[in-house]
């Protein structure tokens, strides 16, 4: 039976390092604040006006490429998933295209918002396009650039304090060997809680999203003001232009959805826990890892963590987390690995693949 394997990998992060104490010289925060709530200890940032979602995301699928033994040529479908994309339209996915010089071969660029679980969305897609026979070479990509969009004031801290920057990739490619490759994938959602965890402004809701939140929110404009309802002056002036979360409800929600699909999807590949040789979990906050390690009983060498060091990279976390796993000699030939995200929408899912 055809299946997709991952055929190579590949990872990029920025070279500036941003330590807690960096950005205690800009909000009122404590490096012990930090890691006692995330795990936290450093993040990396990239650098304006040189770096941006898309040129990392061309240096990590750039080492995928090559690990997968082919020619950037020979890519015939791309998948990209972020939530900071360099343009608001077009997508990234075109914007990769032209960044690795493949433009001539009209392959398909595919653009995922579904953030946290983006790479998970974007592995499914193209494991299906694999399955089914329709391409040889998917690049699924997750890349992020957080720090040119973060309010970095007391105001911001909570969220501020946890994102970081980088890219990571994967190339698919069809394989026959038994027990090989992607075994099952799970995806879900449930947008209930939308406004928990959103980047609501600037965009086209006109202040109908106000339905939904806990407090309603006026954002100063009246009906003439039809120019100004994308952004407005009041937007600008508060601060209104920058993410939200409610961190503690998101928590809830993740330890509950994390071990829920990681269960489904090794039922779904006829396993158990006691068959995972390594968990990559999305890196959202060292606290929930933790208790999804404790809930499903695995051991230390288990699971793997870094967001100690690039904080929560969202889209990019779980290929990158992956990657050095990799490289590190934690993922090897023939061991059973579940990959699992939660995040913004709520969105949430898992899949399970036999290295």
């Not at 898309?54 to 020979?74: D, F, L």
């Not at 959805?257 to 959202?284: C, N, R, S, T, Y």
């Not at 796993?325 to 969105?347: M, N, R």
Request: aromatic share 10%; net charge negative.
């Amino acid at each position: 039976m055809l299946r997709s394997k991952i055929g190579g990998i590949g990872y990029y992060v920025p070279e500036k390092v941003v330590t807690n104490h960096d950005l205690t010289k800009v909000m009122d925060t404590s490096d012990e604040w930090i890691q006692e709530r995330t795990g936290i200890l450093e993040r990396r940032y990239g650098k304006k006006h040189e770096e941006t979602t898309t040129s990392m995301a061309a240096r990590a699928s750039t080492v995928a490429i090559e690990r997968a033994g082919i020619q950037k040529e020979e890519v015939d479908f791309i998948i990209f998933a972020t939530l900071s994309p360099d343009y608001y339209f077009p997508g990234c996915g075109v914007l990769l295209q032209r960044e690795l010089g493949i433009t001539n071969t009209a392959a398909g660029a595919l653009d995922i918002r579904n953030q946290c679980s983006g790479f998970l969305y974007g592995l499914t897609v193209g494991d299906q396009f694999i399955r089914t026979g329709m391409y040889k070479n998917v690049l699924v990509v997750g890349a992020e650039m957080h720090s040119m969009g973060l309010d970095f004031t007391t105001r911001g801290r909570n969220v501020t304090v946890i994102f970081g920057d980088g890219a990571g990739a994967v190339v698919l490619q069809p394989t026959e060997e038994e027990n090989k490759g992607i075994l099952s994938t799970c995806l879900h959602s449930d947008g209930t809680y939308a406004e928990k965890l959103a980047f609501i402004n600037p965009g086209a809701h006109g202040g109908y999203h106000a339905k939904y939140l806990e407090e309603p929110a006026d954002y100063g404009y009246s009906d003439a003001e039809y120019g100004e309802m994308f952004i407005t002056q009041r937007m600008i002036d508060e601060g209104m232009l920058f993410p939200y979360m409610d961190g503690p409800f998101v928590f809830k929600m993740a330890v509950q959805k994390f071990p829920e699909v990681i269960i489904e999807a090794l039922d779904k590949a006829g396993l158990q826990k006691e068959d995972l040789d390594m968990v990559i979990p999305h890196q959202a906050n060292l606290r929930i890892s933790q208790f999804v390690q404790k809930r499903l009983g695995l051991r230390d060498s288990q699971i793997w963590n870094n967001i100690q060091k690039f904080g929560n990279t969202t889209a990019a976390s779980v290929p990158i987390a992956l990657c050095e796993a990799y490289e590190a000699g934690a993922v090897k030939p023939g061991d059973l690995v579940c990959l699992a995200a939660f995040g913004s929408g709520f969105t949430w899912g898992a899949a399970v693949l036999r290295w």
